[in-house]
């Protein structure tokens, strides 16, 4: 399972962004694209959790893990 193919796609489905939107592990996500709000990162949580069949706690989710799509990334690769 390619983690990140399918984090860019649940990015771009859930942001409503370009299909060509282009991501590598420095893109920055949170404060660097205007329509990842708080809403957003809500949406992007619920839709990770239902693609690869994960549970995140609240506990779990701070600013770093959407700092950047790599730690984001990272982040949803350890849970799987």
């Known amino acids: 399972m390619n983690v990140a193919a399918h984090v860019k796609d649940i990015l771009i489905n859930v942001l409503q962004i370009s299909d060509d939107t282009q991501f590598d592990d420095d893109t920055l996500l949170l404060g660097a694209i205007p329509e990842f709000d708080s809403m957003a990162i809500v949406a992007v949580i619920t839709t990770i959790e239902e693609t690869f069949g994960i549970e995140i706690d609240d506990d779990e989710i701070s600013a770093d893990v959407f700092?950047?799509?790599?730690?984001?990334?990272s982040f949803v690769a350890e849970k799987v």
């Open 67 to 73: 700092e950047d799509f790599g730690t984001l990334t």
